[in-house]
T-cell receptor
Framework: EAGVVQSPRYKIIEKKQPVAFWCNPI?????LYWYLQNLGQGPELLIR????????DSQLPKDRFSAERLKGVDSTLKIQPAELGDSAVYLC??????????????FGPGTRLTVL | GENVEQHPSTLSVQEGDSAVIKCTYS??????FPWYKQELGKGPQLIID?????GEKKDQRIAVTLNKTAKHFSLHITETQPEDSAVYFC?????????????FGKGTLLTVNP
């Protein structure tokens, strides 16, 4: 069974440019998460979806970040415009909805963003 | 919000030795504590977890202990092997209906020397 798929794996852009990351969760997983992982740190939640609904976006910087999961399957995270401090790894994870916080979260390999 | 402290930040052991990583959490309402292993270029992967109604859990060479009173939990790896080399993250979950969140520690880079 395929795991969580993310693309691109690496992205280098200049500051003030837009960038988008794509995630396809494990089939049947209704819950999808986007995390930010800075170098030497643990992942930090940006947004959590239950199906197509964003149920927790309290940590998403809404002035420049946006996300969507239109059909309740794959998801896109966008940054516009990117800043130097956005350089990090963006991780996507998915889990079964039933069981909520006690369900294992399966992570993708991440997209490493470098903003020059 | 929840705060998870993890120590040490780096740990180097000889193959066959044991490794222990310790974490503390701040929110006494947290009741689920997973541990993740992250290899280079990959996302974190769950290796073991424990709920607050259990004091210890073991799975082959890895075990986790939890002290609710002191609000700390630990990962123990015995008979370490080179393939155990990775970054390990502890985490804590505070339930709250739809507002639950996994809070991670900063990670421990474990190096197992052959």
């Amino acid at each position: 069974e395929a795991g969580v798929v993310q693309s691109p794996r690496y992205k280098i852009i200049e500051k003030k440019q837009p960038v988008a990351f794509w995630c396809n969760p494990i089939s049947g997983h209704n819950t999808l998460y986007w995390y930010l992982q800075n170098l030497g740190q643990g992942p930090e939640l940006l947004i959590r979806y239950e199906n197509e609904e964003a149920v927790d976006d309290s940590q998403l910087p809404k002035d420049r970040f946006s996300a969507e999961r239109l059909k309740g399957v794959d998801s896109t995270l966008k940054i516009q415009p990117a800043e130097l401090g956005d350089s990090a790894v963006y991780l996507c994870a998915s889990s079964l909805e039933a069981g909520g916080p006690y369900n294992e979260q399966f992570f993708g390999p991440g997209t490493r963003l470098t903003v020059l | 919000g929840e705060n998870v402290e993890q120590h040490p930040s780096t740990l180097s052991v000889q193959e066959g030795d044991s490794a222990v990583i310790k974490c503390t959490y701040s929110d006494s309402a947290s009741n689920y504590f997973p541990w993740y292993k992250q290899e280079l270029g990959k996302g974190p992967q769950l290796i073991i977890d424990i709920r607050s109604n259990v004091g210890e859990k073991k799975d082959q060479r890895i075990a986790v202990t939890l002290n609710k009173t002191a609000k700390h939990f630990s990962l123990h790896i015995t008979e370490t092997q080179p393939e155990d080399s990775a970054v390990y993250f502890c985490a804590a979950v505070r339930p709250g209906g739809s507002n639950y969140k996994l809070t991670f520690g900063k990670g421990t880079l474990l190096t197992v020397n052959p």
